[in-house]
Nanobody
């Protein structure tokens, strides 16, 4: 039984930085497609950044390119999202997600991920 636990959210001023962490427990021997999604009130859940099981391809949504960095540390069973130069539009609940499936063109679709964390709130003022 795999679980994901996010942390690192908070309130930050525009232009500031935050680093989100997602720690996996359970079957960490397997390889997963993983992603960070975010959801603002009244909006659909959006893929912010994804990584494939080989960790050799990372996708970023256009709005965060050059500002956010996704990284994976296998030894820590961790997925990080370093968020720089934050904007009010980045406000939302951020979720870590995973699936054993090797996703390609569907990597941004929430329905393709079957393991989710509880979410961490990011508010940019």
């Amino acid at each position: 039984h795999v679980q994901l636990v996010e942390s690192g959210g908070g309130l930050v001023q525009a232009g500031g930085s935050l680093t989100l962490s997602c720690i996996m427990s359970g079957n960490t021997e397997a390889r997963y497609s993983m992603a960070w999604f975010r959801q603002a009130p009244g909006k659909e859940r959006e893929a912010v950044a994804t990584i494939n099981p080989a960790a050799d391809y990372i996708y970023y949504v256009d709005s965060v390119k050059g500002r956010f960095i996704l990284s994976q540390v296998d030894a820590e069973n961790a997925l990080y999202l370093k968020m720089n130069n934050l904007e009010p539009e980045d406000t939302g609940t951020y979720y870590c997600a995973a699936t054993r499936e090797w996703l390609t063109i569907s990597r941004t679709q929430p329905a393709r991920y079957n393991i989710w964390g509880q979410g961490t709130q990011v508010t940019v003022s």
